[in-house]
């Protein structure tokens, strides 16, 4: 069975950094797109930022690019979303998502496998 396990959330200080981890198991994801997506309180789930198979193409939303960083094991086994300079509206659920993607890598409904979330937080 398929498995996507986020962690590495916290409560950080405006400014901050985190790092979030999303580890893979029970199939293989090398030839899948993962991304990350967020959800606000009241909010509606929104893509953060997606790497293909092979590492070599990223995606950004406008509001974290130049802040946040994904990165994925050469194993393809997890992959990691690095988040500096954390302010209050970064504040939110983040899910780990995996799927086979042609094009649509910042749509949710192009993901077919999808983590329970890790929650983070920064402060002002």
């Known amino acids: 069975q398929e498995q996507l396990v986020e962690s590495g959330g916290g409560f950080v200080q405006t400014g901050g950094s985190l790092r979030l981890s999303c580890a893979a198991s029970g199939q293989t994801f090398s030839t899948y797109t993962m991304a990350w997506f967020r959800q606000g309180s009241g909010k509606e789930r929104e893509f953060v930022s997606s790497?293909?198979?092979?590492?070599?193409?990223?995606y950004y939303a406008d509001s974290v690019k130049g802040r946040f960083s994904i990165s994925r094991e050469s194993a393809e086994t997890t992959m990691y979303l690095q988040m500096n300079n954390l302010t209050p509206a970064d504040m939110a659920v983040y899910y780990c998502a995996a799927g086979v993607v042609i094009s649509g890598e910042r749509t949710s409904a192009e993901y077919t496998a999808w983590g329970k979330g890790t929650q983070g937080t920064a402060s002002s």
């Open positions: 790497i293909n198979w092979s590492g070599r193409a990223t």
